[in-house]
């Protein structure tokens, strides 16, 4: 009995299929086991890739740091720049007061000679009474004061010496020029009132006038600043 063709075909043709199958599945064997790494080498990985993920962790916080060093000290600076401009601005304004630095601004200007007329002998004028209208102009309002361009401070005295007026350590004789920077009017009016200091000098002699001035520029003071006695007070 012959086998039909058909079958014959079919049976070769599922022989050559099995055969090409086991031929790939021997030939992915060595291929797979290239492929798989060995389980100590992958554990060895990721302890490296652990490692690499702290080092990164640990630039970005020093990164961080760095950052916000680099805002402090930019604050650090502006705040010191602030210092600095507050105390520059206290130290001219200390300055200012102290008289050690030139001034300018409106003000009077006092003269004050003696005088004398049908032979009678003029009046001397005496350290009290220049010291006495210096007085009166800083109780008007006077912020500075100078005296024949001697700047006159707190701390200035006044007394006699012969026939000058030792005024500070500057020896002076009339006539005398007394100029004060301050609101003119009120300086003027102050000088003026009646039964007042200069009121008293013209009475007994002294000639003194009073001019307001729109621009009066007074010299620095220039003499020492020396304190013998006085120290700065504890704090409470």
């Given at each position: 009995?012959?086998?039909?063709?058909?079958?014959?075909?079919?049976?070769?043709?599922?022989?050559?299929?099995?055969?090409?199958?086991?031929?790939?599945?021997?030939?992915?064997?060595?291929?797979?086991?290239?492929?798989?790494?060995?389980?100590?080498?992958?554990?060895?990985?990721?302890?490296?890739?652990?490692?690499?993920?702290?080092?990164?962790?640990?630039?970005?916080?020093?990164?961080?740091?760095?950052?916000?060093?680099?805002?402090?000290?930019?604050?650090?600076?502006?705040?010191?720049?602030?210092?600095?401009?507050?105390?520059?601005?206290?130290?001219?304004?200390?300055?200012?007061?102290?008289?050690?630095?030139?001034?300018?601004?409106?003000?009077?200007?006092?003269?004050?000679?003696?005088?004398?007329?049908?032979?009678?002998?003029?009046?001397?004028?005496?350290?009290?009474?220049?010291?006495?209208?210096?007085?009166?102009?800083?109780?008007?309002?006077?912020?500075?004061?100078?005296?024949?361009?001697?700047?006159?401070?707190?701390?200035?005295?006044?007394?006699?010496?012969?026939?000058?007026?030792?005024?500070?350590?500057?020896?002076?004789?009339?006539?005398?020029?007394?100029?004060?920077?301050?609101?003119?009017?009120?300086?003027?009016?102050?000088?003026?009132?009646r039964g007042g200091f200069v009121e008293g000098l013209r009475s007994i002699g002294l000639s003194v006038s009073v001019q307001r001035r729109p621009h009066i520029r007074l010299e620095a003071y220039r003499g020492p600043l020396l304190f013998r006695y006085a120290r700065p007070a504890p704090g409470p």
């Amino acid at each position: 009995m012959r086998t039909p063709i058909w079958r014959a075909g079919l049976a070769a043709f599922l022989l050559l299929t099995g055969f090409l199958a086991a031929s790939q599945w021997h030939a992915g064997q060595p291929l797979r086991a290239q492929v798989e790494l060995p389980t100590p080498r992958i554990q060895q990985l990721a302890l490296l890739l652990k490692r690499q993920e702290e080092a990164q962790g640990a630039l970005e916080a020093e990164i961080r740091q760095l950052r916000e060093r680099a805002l402090a000290y930019e604050r650090a600076v502006v705040e010191g720049k602030g210092a600095a401009e507050t105390m520059a601005a206290e130290l001219a304004q200390l300055r200012l007061v102290l008289g050690l630095v030139p001034v300018e601004g409106p003000g009077v200007e006092v003269r004050l000679r003696s005088q004398g007329a049908g032979g009678v002998l003029p009046v001397q004028i005496r350290a009290a009474d220049l010291s006495g209208l210096v007085n009166e102009l800083w109780s008007a309002g006077a912020e500075a004061v100078a005296v024949n361009g001697v700047r006159i401070l707190s701390t200035t005295g006044f007394r006699d010496h012969a026939d000058d007026v030792i005024v500070g350590a500057v020896a002076m004789r009339p006539p005398f020029v007394v100029a004060a920077i301050g609101e003119p009017l009120v300086l003027q009016t102050a000088l003026r009132l009646r039964g007042g200091f200069v009121e008293g000098l013209r009475s007994i002699g002294l000639s003194v006038s009073v001019q307001r001035r729109p621009h009066i520029r007074l010299e620095a003071y220039r003499g020492p600043l020396l304190f013998r006695y006085a120290r700065p007070a504890p704090g409470p």
